[in-house]
């Protein structure tokens, strides 16, 4: 498949943010900054089931009439009557004595990341690092020391393959980047699993933009002591000729097997180092294509919204409005690129990434 | 998007067929009936790695001295010792203080179906339902008493809306049929939230072939005492001219928010009513599509490891192989349409499902 040109990727980016806007009416800023925290599972009335199922006020509960009875634990007011008295005659629930269906979000806990897995697409939903100027200056692994390991702790049904990615034509693209995990060689190794991995356009993205993008996050920490990083695929959908929204994407393998993102998001926890600080926050949604090295950073900032729609995954729903700071207001995103001419020159000389 | 042909179906249905094969080097039946239980999470030994991070033997745990002290827990043998001496100067589940991401599977509970919700796809995962004949036989429920809702209880961003469907072109297809609960007019509604919905081609499918199939599901309690159904969608992909295989589904709503998915599936778990007795299994995998009646049923089987694979979930991990039987060997599997020349008159008046 040749990679969709970037300039698809306005399109899109135009299409999350509208759903967010279209969503909230509140402008795109803002709704990064002020709505991601209000995504707790609420339990908003439900007016038309109510009128369906009047709830008669109950009477009050029986007092026990002596001590030596063990009380009943009081009725709650106001909760409604069954509406009708026949006896449920079937259990769905009964399904379970066969085994609980998942699905298994499978999460593992390694030195230098935490993922989640999602079992049909064969890639990460998310993987999420942590990273100081203190741990990068540590340079204790050495990426020749590392391989590409197929997961052993997902199921062998589930995992995606080495032999999935060979001849696929896209690289095994590192979520958590292993430059980020230099400080020891276990660290570094943690970093190989194919569950931290998504198929990546190799040339001019995993290789190129991504990897300049990589080294923006990289760069944050000389100006913050602490930077958490949530990195993922995400599966968007393209407006057609014919008007309609389609999602499509690739699946490698033979037989097919791990689905090819169309896109990827960073969200970026830039923290003051102070307990209950603040926290600058930045979500970038970039495509899986061939990007041009001049295409501004900030071109690819979205809502922190409009990651969580797209992916169905929940960003700092804990971290209060007060705490929080726009990334791209608070210093310039934008990539710097120079110093990767002699590392752009090794990789064309066959190295991948 | 005109619905892709019934013809597609076979090439699908050869590709995952293919994929179990593949896999298990086995027979297509004899991997649904022998494999679908090995789905253990398992953790296999791993080569490379212990390769890598060798293992030395452990010195015997000390034998406590005193039976006033508390013995320790006996050290593992051959538990691996760590090999770099570096403190972690990383807290990568330090991004939890803000929230955990997720996904979360919103598992529902109700009267006539259990679901799980995917609030990538804004469409269950699976929905789960158990029918008798005794069920079956009450009649309760109406649908005329029952409204298309959009369910409460999912948070508001993630849900599927009623608005998405309008003038979608598709049917809100139930995946527990409304008329496998007719049982008390809250079970039946119970099936009328969207969670239990997906966007279906209507004529030809949801209204036709997908009505019969579900029809065929209610005809086994004839036969069977109690039958447990899985339902759900699939994003399949297909191989495309240039050999490539591809996921392509559309997305409805303005923003795009539902997605459309290719396939449904139906795992049928037919018991014969004793404690630990038989179970009759049965998986199928039909196109989100317009099937000719004329379509033998038998033609979209598959193995229940073809719809986990696919899915991304297990079915039946803990139902022991000995108790397994073939639902389509122990009983012909086969449509009956006649019936319906009435019912299809009321669809074509207007009436949607």
């Given at each position: 498949m040749p990679p969709s040109s970037a300039l698809n990727m306005s399109k899109t980016t135009i299409a999350i943010i509208a759903a967010v806007s279209a969503a909230t009416g509140a402008a795109v800023t803002a709704a990064s900054m002020s709505?991601?925290?209000?995504?707790?599972k609420s339990k908003p009335a439900t007016p038309l089931l109510s009128a369906q199922l009047p709830s008669p006020p109950l009477p009050p509960a029986p007092v026990p009439m002596s001590t030596n009875t063990i009380p009943l634990p009081p009725v709650p007011v106001g909760r409604p009557l069954p509406?009708?008295?026949?006896?449920?005659?079937?259990?769905?629930?009964?399904?379970?004595?066969?085994?609980?269906?998942g699905p298994v979000n499978d999460l593992a806990t390694r030195n230098s990341l935490i993922s989640s897995y999602d079992r049909r697409t064969k890639n990460p939903f998310w993987v999420a690092e942590h990273i100081t100027p203190a741990s990068l200056k540590l340079?204790?692994?050495?990426?020749?020391g590392s391989v590409f390991l197929e997961d052993p702790d997902l199921p062998e049904r589930f995992r995606g393959k080495l032999k999935d990615y060979?001849?696929?034509?896209?690289d095994r693209g590192h979520?958590?980047?292993?430059?980020?995990?230099?400080?020891?060689q276990e660290a570094m190794n943690?970093?190989?699993?194919?569950?931290?991995?998504c198929p990546q356009v190799g040339e001019?993205?995993?290789?190129?933009y991504w990897a300049h993008f990589e080294d923006f996050c990289r760069r944050l920490t000389t100006k913050y002591p602490s930077v958490r990083i949530v990195t993922g695929p995400l599966y968007l959908p393209k407006r057609d000729a014919d008007g309609k929204w389609r999602v499509n994407y690739e699946v490698i393998g033979n037989p097919p097997n791990i689905a090819v993102p169309t896109h990827f998001y960073k969200v970026i926890f830039a923290e003051d180092?102070?307990?209950?600080g603040q926290v600058a926050i930045g979500a970038f949604v970039l495509p899986n294509a061939v990007i041009p090295n001049?295409?501004?950073?900030?071109?690819?900032e979205v809502p922190v919204e409009a990651v969580e729609r797209a992916s169905g995954l929940e960003f700092a729903?804990?971290?209060?409005?007060?705490?929080r700071k726009r990334l791209c207001a608070d210093m310039q995103c934008s990539l710097?690129?120079?110093?990767?001419a002699q590392r752009q020159k090794a990789f064309a000389q066959g190295g991948k990434k």
């Open positions: 709505l991601s925290g209000s995504g707790k509406t009708s008295a026949i006896v449920p005659p079937v259990d769905p629930a009964g399904l379970f004595q066969y085994g609980f269906p340079q204790e692994g050495d990426r020749k060979f001849r696929s034509g896209y979520q958590v980047p292993a430059a980020d995990a230099k400080w020891s943690d970093t190989f699993y194919l569950s931290n991995m001019g993205f995993n290789r190129d180092g102070m307990v209950g001049e295409k501004p950073l900030a071109e690819f729903t804990k971290l209060p409005v007060q705490r710097v690129i120079k110093e990767y």
